[in-house]
């Protein structure tokens, strides 16, 4: 077995494959042990396993006459299930094993509210670690990796991407590799992703790739640009809690704010200054002042158009 296919069987994994049934066995439809075993992949053997380790955990299996399974939900009893002592205990244990990481945020909202958190939240994290772990294998083997049905908010296309993965970034949530259509490095978001495989292909452009810098704002650029605002309490407030990393670059002096930082590109800290009108009382630097403009235009020319459009 390669050791892309020992990381698939890791505990995530199965974890995943256990979230699954729960969602699929609490829908409306049924399922029978075949068609389970069919849908994810499994011998009718595992699905037994699982199904007693479900009801190990305290979850009430139902079986119609048809012998599709379910789970039991008694709604007048409106059980709220919450994680045992014992349970997080051994929660810990099996996160001392898997060192991913994801566990440690995984098991700080367990602790938290001591709840299960809703199925469908822990599916899209699970997902999210397999697609993490494929994309680390590509860059420690220095694989190509096609990155399947991938939904660029640029340009608005969903196509395959081949790139050759340099790095995850942006606490796990950011994939910058050298996409090699483009001919350049760029940044895709894990959840924008279908899946991912790694090709047996090496990479082939190697020489080419240029890890790119991004600033507070999650902007890229090759060099970087010396902005001062002037910020109102509520925009240095908000700054400081969304862009934490800025706050080494908030000052504030007698009873006056200023952000003093370096970013790579308009658009990021744009966003910004436009989502909190009148809250940034000054900008000193002309080619952001511009770029605020034309967005500016931009937005009254779309009001312009939707109130003409009312009158017809």
Do not use: C
């Amino acid at each position: 077995m390669s050791y892309l296919n020992q990381t698939l069987m890791a505990p995530q994994a199965k974890l995943l494959r256990l979230l699954k049934i729960i969602s699929m066995l609490s829908s409306k439809q049924r399922y029978s042990v075949p068609k389970l075993a069919k849908i994810l992949e499994l011998s009718e053997r595992s699905i037994y396993r699982y199904l007693s380790l479900l009801e190990e955990s305290g979850f009430v299996i139902d079986k119609d006459f048809h012998g599709n399974y379910f789970v039991h939900q008694d709604l007048d009893a409106k059980i709220n299930p919450v994680f045992t002592t014992d349970e997080l205990a051994l929660m810990r244990q099996v996160a001392a094993i898997n060192k991913h990481p994801l566990m440690d945020s995984v098991l700080h909202k367990l602790y938290e509210s001591s709840e299960l958190p809703p199925v469908k939240e822990l599916i899209v994290k699970a997902r999210l670690s397999q697609l993490i772990e494929k994309i680390k294998f590509g860059i420690t083997e220095k694989r190509q990796v096609v990155v399947k049905h991938y939904h660029s908010a640029e340009s608005g296309r969903v196509a395959d991407r081949l790139v050759e993965p340099l790095s995850i970034e942006n606490d796990f949530s950011t994939l910058q590799a050298f996409d090699v259509e483009a001919g350049q490095t760029k940044f895709f978001k894990l959840e924008r992703m279908a899946g991912v495989i790694v090709l047996e292909q090496a990479w082939k452009f190697e020489a080419q790739h240029t890890k790119q810098e991004r600033d507070f704002f999650g902007m890229s650029g090759a060099a970087s640009i010396w902005i001062k605002l002037e910020l109102s309490l509520r925009a240095y407030n908000l700054m400081r809690e969304e862009y934490p990393a800025t706050i080494d670059y908030l000052l504030k002096e007698e009873d006056s704010y200023f952000f003093y930082g370096p970013i790579r590109g308009y658009e990021g800290i744009g966003r910004f200054i436009l989502g909190l009108p009148g809250e940034v009382l000054h900008v000193n630097n002309k080619g952001l002042l511009d770029y605020l403009d034309k967005k500016m235009e931009s937005f009254f020319n779309l009001n312009a158009r939707n109130v003409a459009g009312l009158g017809k």
